[in-house]
Nanobody
């Protein structure tokens, strides 16, 4: 059974950095686009960033552009989210997710496109 497991969350001061990891076990996900979503306290889950299966394209929500970098290493079946210059508004549970479409032609930002989710990792940014 395929599973996604996130790690790397924690408590950091504003302006600090964290690197999240998402490891897939059970099968290779190298042919699927992957994404990060987050859900802050009292908020709906929102799209953060996505990367195509080949790493040829990435896409970010406006609020994290220039601060976050998504990447993946298909040889390790792992995706990353490097988060720099963190702000209190970045406080959320961060989830990684797999696109349901293999070799998808377009990056998807809607959560309904993703059919496999991790359990989430908490990121807390103090002011």
């Amino acid at each position: 059974q395929v599973q996604l497991v996130e790690s790397g969350g924690g408590l950091v001061q504003a302006g600090g950095s964290l690197r999240l990891s998402c490891v897939a076990s059970g099968r290779s996900l190298s042919s699927y686009d992957m994404a990060w979503f987050r859900q802050g306290p009292g908020k709906e889950r929102e799209f953060v960033a996505a990367i195509t299966w080949s790493s040829s394209n990435t896409y970010y929500t406006d609020s994290v552009k220039g601060r976050f970098t998504i990447s993946r290493d298909n040889t390790k079946n792992t995706m990353y989210l490097q988060m720099n210059n963190l702000k209190p508004d970045d406080t959320a549970v961060y989830y990684c997710a797999k696109d349901q479409v293999e070799y998808g032609p377009l990056i998807a930002t809607l959560s309904v496109r993703y059919d496999l989710w991790g359990q989430g990792t908490q990121v807390t940014v103090s002011s």
